[in-house]
């Protein structure tokens, strides 16, 4: 199994800074390296959590997005670890590319 260690409320996986992997192949080492990264970068608890890639593919949910050329109310639905990114059509930087 493939664990992950990410932030449930942004859905951001963390990785360590000196290292390009952003999986783990055990949930021992995965717990090892959220305690770690809560030690190192002073997160609170909940801020940090562990889960196979699976339960975190189904946690990462559809949510909805207003497109920032166009009509107001112009919804669309992204997953929630795109929000606020380069792939968000609410941000400049989508459109700039």
Do not use: W
């Not at 000196?18 to 055990?26: E, F, G, I, L, P």
């Not at 890639?53 to 949910?61: H, K, M, P, S, Y």
Request: a positive charge.
């Amino acid at each position: 199994m493939t664990y992950v260690v990410y932030n449930p409320d942004t859905m951001k996986v963390y990785k360590k800074q000196t290292q390009d992997r952003m999986h783990y192949a055990d949930e021992k080492t995965a717990k090892r390296m959220a305690t770690r990264l809560k030690n190192e970068r002073n997160l609170p608890d909940e801020k940090v959590k562990v889960a196979t890639l699976e339960q975190f593919n189904t946690e990462d949910i559809e949510v909805p997005t207003t497109n920032i050329l166009g009509d107001k109310g112009n919804v669309v639905m992204i997953r929630k670890s795109l929000k606020g990114s380069c792939c968000d059509p609410g941000t400049e930087s989508y459109h700039c590319m």
